[in-house]
């Protein structure tokens, strides 16, 4: 588990350094603006000397119009990687074989790390693991048939807790450990309940985002059935983190961490949210003014799972090494 002391001083910390990356950010945004501006009148006031006509940009490409298939698929390369991590967590193996490779017969690829967590000592939160592992394992499936022969085949995943991990890479980068020590999300029910609150709230904001893009009413009925277990898995996971915290303060310190680089690598506005209100008290539900869930399109879930803020890795990184799997370009970095 993770070290609890100076928890509340901590605390304090991430709330500075989250007024200090929005100052950042609009300072940053403002000097990139101000640049090229004075590139672009540079470049009219020597065309005017020279009376020379500017050359004639290359004009944009324009994206590959997204499916309903593609959207699934999508939701499917997220999909894997849930049903792993739980799958690993109760039961020390992933997925079969056959639920892993592509409609069309392409094995799938492989998974690094997982293991199995000891919830001996935890009753409660294993039962509530292997409801949500089953959860998981189903919604594969489920969309697996919906799809077809245009499933994809499951991305070479991450899953690993020791020094060269995707959870380790996380947790660094969030300042939930120091950059010597790792993260192993397998090494007790607490860790493990961070490790999924990592995933579950970016699988609620990536369904809520992806579902202006489906045409079909049956496949945005069978996505909103999805986003609602989500949703439910969410919300179970910042329930019990909150309820242990109250004990172990530094649980809900890593939260806070963890919310602030989400916010940090997805490049959207300061949204994410831990599982402490502004004012104090409990944040189970993080939602707007209006109490609704907010969105991520597809370019921010990327940034988050690929553990890289720029959103131009076209390779991959973090839990995905190589990439998801999307047939369409336009979804391989994602939608701006």
Known sequence: MIDHRNALDLLAAADNRRAARRRFLKVAGGGTLALGSASLLSGCFDSEEDD?????????????????????????????????YYLFAVNGTGLAASQTASGSGTAGGTVTGGAKVDFSGDALVGAYAREIAADEAAHVAFLRAALGSAAIAMPNINISGDANGAFTAAARAAGVIGSS?????????????????LFEDVGVTAYKGAAPLLSSKVFLE??????????????????????????????????????????????GSDTDQGLVASGGGANLVPAD?????????????????YLNATGSNLNGGGFFPNGTNNPNPTLRVGLP
């Open 289 to 305: 003014a209006d109490a609704i869930a907010y969105s991520r399109n597809s370019r921010q879930v990327h940034n988050i799972v």
């Open 181 to 197: 020590e790792s993260f192993n999300p397998y090494s007790s029910p607490e860790n493990f309940l961070l490790g999924a609150y």
């Open 222 to 267: 069978a996505a909103a059935g999805i986003l609602a277990a989500e949703a439910y898995h969410a919300g179970l996971v910042r329930t019990v983190l909150y309820a242990k915290g109250i004990a172990a303060p530094a649980l809900i310190t890593a939260t806070t961490r963890i919310s602030d680089a989400r916010d940090a690598l997805d490049q």
């Open 52 to 84: 020379v006509p500017a050359p004639t940009p290359t004009p944009t490409p324009t994206p590959a119009a997204v499916t309903d298939s593609d959207v699934l698929n999508l939701a499917l390369n997220l999909e894997y990687l849930e049903a792993q």
